[in-house]
């Protein structure tokens, strides 16, 4: 059978959900030697990416036997929804991010978890932005960019960036394309090192207040969004404290380790401890959660599968509708507070009250 091409306006077609998804990949694109872009379209024709800029999503990568869950920034912007596009970059150590430079081609398909998160200029809105990014951190910075060059042309963005080199700098291209022609777009590189050979007219070493005041004489005026590994977003912060500025007006994303599931343990109990009953709705099993562990921890005691990334409440991935019962959630943000209102919880960070009833 054909596939269905017919040509469809947005108006026509139904957008994405915000829970689990297929994704098919179309294409691949290097960015720099260690950083690629892969480009995604839905699975089912006649769907079209709804999200905010900035947000992220967890892709469920087949790196062996069980599956492996790592969490990317969408790097593209939603004002494009036709396809979805996510930006990586492979450490030393990477096990998902490489498989994916090595293996992943069009054609072949992944499960999606998402999108998730707050980093967005959409629920942090000013006047006038201040960009700040190392590294691949650069790509929440992007979505935002490219979504209010859609949107607003005439914004008041100044982008910084920090890379190793010259070479390292992710998006260089469409960055110095768009400061040339967005008239309130200005744009600054730092870069830690050069080759012999290299020839830069832009600024060297580390970020500092110095090299911020430099780049943008305003930054107090701004909104700032900061993302990149810890050490560098602590030094924005420094710098930004010890000049005075507002940080209501600071954001900041943190990348996002993955995190090794907790071990399942025997118990030991106090006087008046007892497990909780937990029931899995979907797969149609009743299982324990013992004293003082996760909803997360009872479905793998149970053999019930919970998509699950970061395991400490950011990423959001473990999402799951609570149908009955009481739970203590300590989340870091992986979760809005209208999600919590409809009845979601976050299973790695959800301990059970009372008997508890969940969709999974």
């Not at 899995?280 to 099993?285: D, V």
């Not at 019930?304 to 300590?330: F, N, P, W, Y």
């Amino acid at each position: 059978m054909a596939k269905d091409k017919t040509y469809r306006h947005v108006d026509e077609m139904r957008p994405w959900s915000d829970k689990e998804h297929m994704l098919e990949c179309v294409a691949w694109t290097p960015e720099t030697p260690d950083v690629m872009t892969f480009t995604f379209k839905s699975d089912h024709p006649g769907h079209w990416f709804r999200y905010q800029p900035g947000q992220f999503l967890t892709l469920e990568l087949p790196v062996g036997p069980e599956p492996v869950m790592r969490t990317y920034t969408i790097s593209s912007t939603p004002s494009r929804p036709y396809t979805i596009q996510v930006t990586a970059k492979a450490q030393k150590d990477s096990i998902g991010t490489r498989w994916m430079m090595e293996h992943l081609q069009p054609g072949m398909k992944l499960k999606a978890y998402g999108p998730v998160g707050d980093f967005s200029y959409v629920r942090h809105p000013g006047d006038k932005y201040l960009f700040i990014s190392a590294g691949s951190g650069i790509t929440p910075m992007m979505s935002m960019t490219r979504d209010l060059s859609d949107r607003e042309p005439d914004s008041d963005i100044a982008f910084v960036h920090c890379a190793r080199s010259p070479n390292d700098i992710i998006f260089r291209w469409e960055l110095e394309y768009k400061a040339r022609y967005m008239p309130h777009f200005t744009l600054g590189f730092i870069v830690e090192q050069l080759e012999r050979t290299q020839l830069w007219s832009g600024l060297k070493g580390w970020v500092d207040r110095a090299k911020i005041s430099l780049l943008v004489p305003d930054f107090l005026d701004r909104k700032v969004f900061c993302c990149g590994p810890a050490p560098f977003m602590a030094t924005v912060k420094d710098a930004l404290q010890s000049a005075g500025f507002d940080m209501d007006h600071y954001h900041e994303e943190a990348f996002l380790p993955a995190a090794a599931p907790a071990p399942i343990v025997v118990p030991d109990y106090a006087d008046g401890e007892k497990p909780t009953k937990v029931t899995f709705a979907m797969s149609g099993k009743d299982g324990l959660c013992e004293p003082g562990h996760t909803l997360l921890q009872a479905a793998r005691a149970s053999g019930v599968r919970i998509a699950a990334a970061c395991e400490s409440g950011l990423c959001g991935t473990c999402k799951v509708m609570k149908l009955k019962g009481e739970v203590d959630m300590q989340h870091n943000g992986g979760i809005l507070e209208e999600e919590i209102e409809e009845g979601y919880i976050l299973a790695c960070c959800s301990r059970p009250l009372t008997p508890v009833e969940i969709e999974a």
